[in-house]
């Protein structure tokens, strides 16, 4: 990806101009995110059992939720649960996986059922896997596979759209994962105003990006700009993705303006969440989108050199008491 000949000028909230210049993406190591300590979990004096919500449950680390772990994928196992002649279990995913032999003993699996097993899994009630991120629910074992899917705790993907990033964690680990492994620009404020310079703008990778980080209202912004292309014709896209669910994403709005000579285009709407990935967003065309030439028409000059100046601004939606409409918040 061509950064070089990419710089960045950003202003937050009347603070003068920086020169902010853009280097080459590097591959990062994957970290392994690290869980906070549980919360609003209660260990008892027998250390094999929760108090969740007033409720006791079996927690993950006794010897029931051992026998359930498969010992292939160490996942969960719920029906069908295979095990072979010697009463080793696996789950029916890597059933297949080990083509039809036993990883502990080697012989052959056939099409033998724990239903023992298969029972005792259907009769737990178990915390949420999210537990020690602070999820509070627990369900029985069906409805628990069901609830881990769409938790709201679940951890989320890393932002960055440089690098395929695998790392994973909340809001506060990925905001510093962003700042010290990925150099993403930091800033304060809920307005910006970004001058994208690009010396070639005819050759349009498929895709460069940029991504900046916005602290405002107790929230973490992600403002995206990139060049791809667009079926045959090079584009320019900025957009707004909210770290946070996408019900938060939704109390927010955000507008994009660019333009020169005289002209000016405008985007207004609301935040996409960062559970939606980079690509989703950007293939969704959900954002501000600029063709080539409109593009070398704002830069001006004799249209050789992209020069385009983004500003924005992003505000929380509240509800008036009086009339139930949603009013903007606009920071100071």
Not at 130 to 136: R, V
Request: glycine share 6%; with cysteine; charged share 20%.
């Amino acid at each position: 990806m061509d950064f070089d000949n990419i710089e960045c000028v950003s202003s937050s909230d009347g603070l003068d101009e920086d020169e902010i210049h853009h280097h080459n993406l590097q591959h990062h190591h994957l970290h392994q995110f690290a869980s906070p300590k549980p919360h609003n979990v209660n260990n008892n004096n027998n250390g094999n059992t929760n108090v969740v919500g007033g409720l006791t449950v079996i927690a993950p680390a006794t010897s029931v939720h051992e026998l359930l772990e498969c010992p292939v994928c160490t996942n969960s196992m719920y029906p069908p649960i295979h095990q072979c002649h010697n009463g080793h279990t696996l789950c029916s995913t890597c059933k297949t996986r080990v083509q039809n032999r036993c990883p502990t003993c080697r012989q052959e699996l056939g099409d033998i059922r724990c239903l023992a097993l298969e029972k005792v899994a259907e009769s737990l009630e178990l915390p949420c896997k999210y537990y020690n991120l602070g999820c509070p629910e627990i369900f029985p074992y069906y409805s628990k596979l069901k609830h881990e899917a769409i938790c709201n705790f679940r951890p989320y993907n890393c932002p960055y759209a440089g690098s395929e990033c695998s790392v994973v964690g909340d809001i506060p680990f990925l905001v510093a994962h962003l700042r010290d492994d990925h150099k993403v620009d930091m800033h304060t404020g809920c307005t910006f105003n970004h001058r994208y310079v690009k010396s070639n703008p005819r050759e349009v990778e498929n895709a460069t990006w940029m991504l900046t980080v916005f602290h405002c209202f107790g929230q973490y912004f992600c403002l995206h700009f990139e060049a791809f292309q667009l079926g045959m014709a090079p584009v320019y896209m900025a957009f707004l993705r909210f770290m946070g669910d996408e019900t938060e994403a939704r109390n927010y709005s955000y507008s994009l303006e660019v333009g020169g000579n005289g002209r000016k285009l405008i985007w207004e709407g609301t935040p996409r969440s960062v559970r939606d990935s980079h690509r989703k967003v950007r293939d969704s065309h959900d954002g501000l989108i600029i063709q080539r030439n409109m593009a070398l028409f704002f830069s001006g000059g004799d249209r050789k050199e992209l020069k385009l100046r983004v500003t924005g601004r992003i505000w929380k939606e509240q509800q008036s008491p009086e009339t139930g409409v949603c009013i903007p918040n606009l920071c100071s």
